[in-house]
């Protein structure tokens, strides 16, 4: 396989330069089909307006339109709604979380760069990367 789920944690790297967004880039040349769910949409233009808007605004929105965009289902729902994530989950987190499990077989990894959800991640046995 060479797909990776990516959280907003990793996909705002890729918006504006932190520290670890030269080893994200590098990173996601080996996975050329990426995935995330659709709330990404809203938290990339959220971010992007309250980084000060500019082209920030085209710039979140292209990095959308690079990702295969998994609706919000019932079934996703469902589960961030009632799994016992371990940790426990903010609202958002426990969405990517039961995102990415509905795709376990699709998907080679979780990138993300948030410590309570890669470690939940990986107590659901989910191959987790956070390139620095």
Known sequence: MTAAYLDAS???KLMRPEPETEALVEALAQWPVRIA????VVELTCTAHRLGG????PRAAAI???LH????STA???RASTTAFAPPLRALDAIHLATALELRGDIDAL???DDHLCRAAQTEQLAVHSPN
């Open 10 to 12: 990793a996909l705002v």
């Open 37 to 40: 769910s659709e709330i990404v």
């Open 54 to 57: 500019g082209d920030l605004i």
């Open 64 to 66: 959308a339109d690079g």
């Open 69 to 72: 965009l998994i609706p919000f």
């Open 76 to 78: 996703i729902r469902e």
């Open 111 to 113: 990138v993300a760069y």
